[in-house]
């Protein structure tokens, strides 16, 4: 840019640099919103490499386990009787009993019926019929493509299994990197489960013990060393009890301390701890059996000061720790908090954590990620934040201008862009390698 285009644009009213009036600020925030394209920083899907792995379509959208288990409110079917149906069987009674007898006003209905909006499919059928061809017919690489530039982001982190046995041969037979989805070495059947699986590292060579004696802290950072070569994931993982206590004497503490900190530091990546489950409180409902409870983030203080060399994502899953993650963070720049999880991913908790965050850490953090299990949940689920954050975002650059300070397009797109990128690309050492703009 010329200094002299430079300086018209500063001075131009609708410029970049142009200071905005009270009336512009939530509009310039959509607009700015809407042309970013986010990186999706934690995910459950998967690269076109890993085959059937990646889920998408109208039947993985409505038996989505938010809405399984939400079936159970409204439908008399047991548990026992809906996991014996085919995948369609369970679609049709999903629909049904959410979004036919019921209107779909939850939030995880809800999404559903933006995501057939965003195809223009009808969004009150009696039944599946219709959506089904449409998917059906879609080509997947142009759907990806298609459903990424819907949701506006530009890339999407995966969640990569080394001990998944549909999973880890992909990788060992070479599955072909894809710059759209990157990849993250998840460790929870390490550090959550290691009794079921010391065996699998044990029957491939590494010298591991079930009570973690002798060589077996060496052998797993091996193991992650070996796994962090053959994946280059962006930063390791692992969701954590509303229990979890550092340093702790159990097999997790030993290997978080003495296999899993020493691999990030070698490789140079943070360490993702989601913290907060309680595991199973209902198992009959499986996957959607998992509750929440508060958690005692003495842990994380303990990590953070206690390892300076690695860094730490965090997200926690109780509402009742966001504020103290706040406080924690402010104190460690090794702590980058991101995303309102699972539960948490609703407007009106999101809409709380998020001007709790910008009013104690600035920009400084990581504002949410879709946790999409289904590729085309990332359609919904980015609209809702792009909702339900700008007013927020205009609502604090107003508080901003009255105070002496009216910002620009040009501040704007700078504090977006470092949200919803730059933070994760900073703290992760990304490289930028996909268009930041629509
Ligand atoms: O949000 C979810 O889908 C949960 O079931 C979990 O997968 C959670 O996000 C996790 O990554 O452990
Ligand atoms: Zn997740």
């Given at each position: 840019?010329?200094?002299?285009?430079a300086?018209s644009?500063?001075?131009g009213?609708?410029g970049l640099?142009?200071?905005?009036?009270?009336?512009?600020?939530?509009?310039?925030?959509?607009?700015?919103l809407?042309?970013t394209?986010?990186i999706?920083?934690?995910?459950?899907?998967?690269?076109?490499?890993?085959?059937k792995?990646?889920l998408?379509?109208?039947?993985e959208l409505?038996t989505y386990?938010?809405?399984?288990?939400?079936?159970?409110?409204?439908?008399r079917i047991?548990?026992?009787?809906?996991?014996?149906?085919?995948?369609?069987?369970?679609?049709?009674?999903i629909?049904k009993?959410?979004?036919?007898e019921?209107?779909?006003?939850?939030?995880?209905?809800?999404?559903v019926?933006?995501?057939l909006?965003?195809?223009?499919l009808?969004?009150?059928?009696h039944?599946?019929?219709?959506?089904?061809?449409?998917f059906?017919?879609?080509?997947?690489l142009?759907?990806?493509?298609?459903v990424?530039?819907?949701?506006?982001?530009?890339?999407?982190?995966?969640?990569?299994?080394?001990?998944?046995?549909d999973e880890?041969?992909?990788?060992?037979?070479?599955a072909?990197?894809?710059?759209?989805?990157?990849?993250?070495?998840r460790?929870?059947?390490?550090?959550?489960?290691w009794?079921?699986?010391w065996?699998i590292?044990?029957?491939?060579g590494?010298?591991?013990?079930?009570?973690?004696r002798?060589?077996?802290?060496?052998?797993v950072?091996?193991?992650?060393?070996?796994?962090?070569?053959?994946?280059?994931?962006?930063?390791?993982?692992?969701?954590?009890?509303?229990?979890?206590?550092?340093p702790?004497?159990?097999?997790?503490?030993?290997l978080?301390?003495e296999?899993?900190?020493?691999?990030?530091?070698?490789f140079?990546?943070?360490l993702?701890?989601?913290i907060?489950?309680?595991y199973?409180?209902?198992?009959?409902?499986?996957?959607a059996?998992?509750?929440?409870?508060?958690?005692?983030?003495?842990?994380?203080e303990?990590?953070?000061?206690?390892?300076?060399?690695?860094r730490?994502?965090?997200?926690?899953?109780?509402?009742?720790n966001?504020?103290?993650?706040?406080?924690?963070?402010?104190?460690?720049?090794?702590l980058m908090?991101?995303?309102?999880?699972?539960?948490?991913?609703?407007?009106?908790?999101?809409?709380?954590?998020?001007?709790e965050r910008?009013?104690?850490l600035?920009?400084?953090f990581?504002?949410?990620?879709?946790?999409?299990?289904?590729l085309?949940?990332?359609?919904?689920?980015?609209r809702?934040t792009?909702?339900?954050?700008?007013?927020i975002?205009?609502?604090?650059?107003q508080?901003?201008?009255?105070?002496?300070?009216?910002?620009s397009?040009?501040d704007i797109?700078?504090d977006?862009?470092?949200?919803?990128?730059?933070?994760?690309?900073?703290?992760?050492?990304a490289?930028?390698v996909?268009?930041?703009r629509v």
């Amino acid at each position: 840019m010329t200094t002299d285009t430079a300086a018209s644009e500063r001075s131009g009213s609708d410029g970049l640099f142009a200071r905005l009036d009270t009336p512009q600020l939530l509009k310039v925030v959509e607009e700015e919103l809407a042309t970013t394209r986010f990186i999706d920083v934690h995910t459950h899907l998967f690269m076109p490499s890993l085959g059937k792995l990646g889920l998408w379509g109208i039947d993985e959208l409505v038996t989505y386990h938010y809405l399984e288990a939400e079936l159970f409110r409204s439908s008399r079917i047991t548990p026992e009787q809906y996991w014996s149906l085919s995948k369609l069987e369970k679609a049709d009674t999903i629909w049904k009993a959410l979004f036919v007898e019921n209107a779909p006003v939850s939030e995880a209905t809800r999404g559903v019926i933006a995501v057939l909006r965003a195809f223009g499919l009808p969004t009150d059928s009696h039944d599946l019929t219709e959506a089904r061809a449409f998917f059906a017919a879609q080509e997947p690489l142009a759907h990806i493509r298609r459903v990424f530039a819907l949701a506006g982001v530009s890339e999407v982190v995966m969640t990569n299994d080394p001990l998944d046995p549909d999973e880890a041969p992909l990788w060992e037979y070479g599955a072909e990197p894809d710059s759209q989805f990157r990849p993250v070495l998840r460790l929870d059947r390490i550090l959550n489960k290691w009794a079921d699986h010391w065996q699998i590292l044990n029957s491939q060579g590494y010298g591991v013990y079930a009570d973690g004696r002798g060589t077996t802290a060496l052998e797993v950072r091996r193991f992650l060393g070996e796994w962090c070569a053959r994946m280059k994931p962006l930063y390791m993982a692992c969701s954590l009890p509303d229990s979890f206590a550092f340093p702790n004497d159990d097999i997790r503490g030993r290997l978080l301390a003495e296999a899993v900190l020493p691999a990030a530091r070698d490789f140079s990546i943070p360490l993702s701890l989601m913290i907060g489950v309680r595991y199973q409180v209902n198992p009959a409902l499986r996957l959607a059996g998992d509750g929440v409870g508060k958690a005692d983030l003495r842990a994380l203080e303990r990590l953070c000061v206690g390892y300076p060399e690695n860094r730490f994502l965090v997200s926690v899953l109780s509402r009742e720790n966001q504020h103290e993650l706040c406080v924690y963070t402010r104190k460690f720049s090794n702590l980058m908090p991101f995303g309102c999880w699972w539960f948490l991913n609703n407007p009106s908790i999101v809409e709380e954590i998020t001007r709790e965050r910008l009013e104690m850490l600035g920009t400084s953090f990581i504002p949410q990620h879709s946790d999409a299990r289904v590729l085309e949940q990332v359609i919904y689920k980015w609209r809702n934040t792009r909702r339900t954050l700008a007013p927020i975002l205009a609502h604090s650059y107003q508080l901003l201008a009255d105070d002496g300070r009216p910002v620009s397009r040009a501040d704007i797109r700078r504090d977006i862009t470092r949200l919803f990128r730059g933070n994760f690309e900073s703290f992760c050492g990304a490289s930028r390698v996909n268009a930041t703009r629509v």
